[in-house]
């Protein structure tokens, strides 16, 4: 399949390479260009926009921060929109609000092109091993078309409903899991403060009902007090506040999402922005002025 890939970030570009090990033909942008030479020393073609990148391409994927970021790409000046193709699909694997996603379809839709979104889970690690989580939404031959490309990078691919419902799923895995990184800080915090072995303390609570990938992958950040990116806490925050938009908005309190929010508010202020979200052990242990 001949492919377009634009955002070659922690994930996206590890995304892409699956892509072109599976013998795609791809082209790829990024906004800053020199993103693009690993790829293009594996054999990629390089765009010098996501308009540019979209001539000819059958699919085009894309995996930028939020919301803003995917109406530039897509319908901008030199954006997707300018250059797709009758026909070609764009699957969207940013995690940004439902009603964008809605919106960016219609307006494809218009042009004769389909769109995908498909949010994925799992981190720069899953992107690596393309063992991806993706919460998918589009009509039905769409994401049937972006299938095979998913396939590359993820090993679970649920489609959830028309366009949006991937956005709304992801909403929804991000506020169990937000919830699931506080109470990892909280818990190990009260075993460090009751003089616990934590390290066996974890192995212990990973045969039983707390036993969870957070627990498995993340806990020791919180034991050696350093945490190195996985997911960054400002993205973290960004995709709480969809979630928390979304609940205003279907008129539901979330008040523990709520919660969460306001501690990762605390550490992104504090300049800890750029950690993984297992830093939220640092408001467990009162590293973080309230």
């Given at each position: 399949m001949k492919i377009a890939w634009i955002g070659l970030g922690t994930m996206g570009e590890a995304m892409a390479g699956h892509l072109l090990d599976a013998g795609h033909e791809l082209t790829v942008h990024n906004r800053t260009r020199e993103r693009e030479e690993a790829l293009a020393a594996r054999g990629a073609a390089r765009a010098a926009s996501p308009g540019e990148a979209a001539r000819g391409a059958e699919l085009v994927g894309l995996c930028v921060s939020d919301s803003p970021d995917v109406e530039a790409i897509i319908l901008g000046a030199g954006g997707i929109a300018e250059g797709i193709e009758q026909g070609a699909v764009?699957?969207?694997?940013?995690?940004?609000?439902?009603?964008?996603?809605?919106?960016?379809?219609?307006?494809?839709?218009?042009?004769?092109?389909?769109?995908?979104?498909?949010?994925?889970?799992?981190?720069?690690?899953?992107?690596r091993k393309g063992?991806?989580?993706a919460f998918v939404g589009g009509e039905d031959a769409h994401v049937a078309f972006a299938r095979p490309a998913l396939e590359t990078f993820c090993r679970s691919i649920t489609h959830l409903g028309g366009p949006g419902?991937?956005?709304?799923?992801?909403?929804?895995?991000?506020?169990?899991?937000?919830?699931?990184y506080a109470a990892l800080g909280e818990g190990l915090a009260l075993g460090e403060r009751e003089g616990l072995?934590?390290?066996a303390l974890v192995e212990a609570l990973g045969?039983?009902?707390?036993?969870?990938?957070?627990?498995?992958n993340r806990s020791?950040?919180?034991?050696?007090?350093s945490y190195p990116l996985g997911f960054k806490m400002e993205l973290h925050l960004k995709d709480l506040k969809i979630a928390l938009s979304e609940g205003d908005r279907l008129g539901l309190p979330m008040e523990v999402t709520r919660l969460v929010a306001e501690q990762a508010q605390r550490l992104v202020a504090a300049g800890y922005g750029g950690e993984d979200s297992s830093s939220l052990a640092r408001v467990a242990r009162g590293e973080i002025p309230s």
């Open positions: 764009v699957l969207d694997c940013s995690t940004i609000a439902p009603d964008t996603s809605r919106r960016v379809a219609a307006e494809l839709a218009e042009r004769g092109a389909g769109a995908v979104d498909a949010p994925v889970s799992g981190g720069s690690e899953g992107a063992q991806l989580t419902a991937g956005q709304a799923g992801k909403a929804v895995n991000q506020v169990l899991i937000s919830g699931t072995p934590l390290e045969g039983g009902a707390a036993g969870s990938w957070i627990l498995q020791g950040n919180v034991i050696n007090g």
